[in-house]
């Protein structure tokens, strides 16, 4: 069973930098794909970013493209994202997914990810 456990999140002024953490037990497979999403209040659930657990193969959303970067390290079995230079519009819920068959190829956030996190909340205010 895949479990996923995001932490990091909190309250960051404008302009500031968060780094979230997503630990990932159970999914062995290098295939597995692991990506962020979030959820502002009142709006659809956005794809951030995806990472592929074997190759480090990435993928951007344009919205983030630039100011965020997706990383992982095996050995600990966590993937980051960190966010720089937030803004008051990046408050929201982030949630860490996972699939053992989505490919980090074209855009993968168009996809049902199987697994997911609780989520952790990024607050950006002055």
């Known amino acids: 069973q895949v479990q996923l456990v995001e932490s990091g999140g909190g309250l960051v002024q404008p302009g500031g930098s968060l780094r979230l953490s997503c630990a990932v037990s159970?999914?062995?497979?290098?295939?597995?794909?692991i990506a962020w999403f979030r959820r502002a209040p009142g709006k659809e659930r956005e794809g951030l970013s995806c990472i592929s657990l074997g190759e480090g193969t990435t993928y951007y959303a344009d919205s983030v493209k630039g100011r965020f970067t997706i990383s992982k390290d095996n050995a600990k079995k966590t993937v980051y994202l960190q966010m720089n230079d937030l803004k008051p519009e990046d408050t929201a819920v982030y949630y860490c997914?996972?699939?053992?068959?989505?490919?980090?190829?074209?855009?993968?956030?168009?996809?049902?990810?199987?697994?997911w996190g609780q989520g952790t909340q990024v607050t950006v205010s002055s």
């Open positions: 159970g999914a062995t497979d290098a295939y597995y794909a």
């Open positions: 997914a996972a699939d053992p068959l989505i490919v980090v190829h074209g855009n993968p956030l168009i996809y049902e990810f199987d697994y």
